[in-house]
Nanobody, 116 residues
Framework: QVRLVESGGGLVQAGGSLRLSCAAS????????MGWYRQAPGKQREMVAL???????NYADSVKGQFTISRDNVKNTVYLQMNNLKPEDTAVYLC??????????WGQGTQVTVSS
């Protein structure tokens, strides 16, 4: 079984920063892509940032220049550094990992709340 555990969410004032972490554990072969998605109340889940095993990244237009995704392949961990947070960044942030042979996995989510 594969498990993804997120941490680092919380309440922050507008303009503040948070760093999310997501660690994958279990029987893991190769993690292809890791990423972060978010879902705000009443809205569809949206991709925030993705990173491949080689380090290529992809960001949603709304977070380019504001968020930075990185990963540690030894620790099977992905990070999301979020700077200059805005109230519209408030959402549940979910970690995703695409794992060779095993497929697609999701974390339980971590709440990020940005107050104005």
């Amino acid at each position: 079984q594969v498990r993804l555990v997120e941490s680092g969410g919380g309440l922050v004032q507008a303009g503040g920063s948070l760093r999310l972490s997501c660690a994958a554990s279990g029987t893991i072969f190769t993690i292809k892509t890791m990423g972060w998605y978010r879902q705000a109340p009443g809205k569809q889940r949206e991709m925030v940032a993705l990173i491949t095993s080689s380090g290529s990244t992809n960001y949603a237009d709304s977070v380019k220049g504001q968020f930075t995704i990185s990963r540690d392949n030894v620790k099977n961990t992905v990070y999301l550094q979020m700077n200059n947070l805005k109230p519209e960044d408030t959402a549940v942030y979910l970690c995703n990992a695409v794992i060779a042979v095993l497929g697609d996995y999701w974390g339980q989510g971590t709440q990020v709340t940005v107050s104005s």
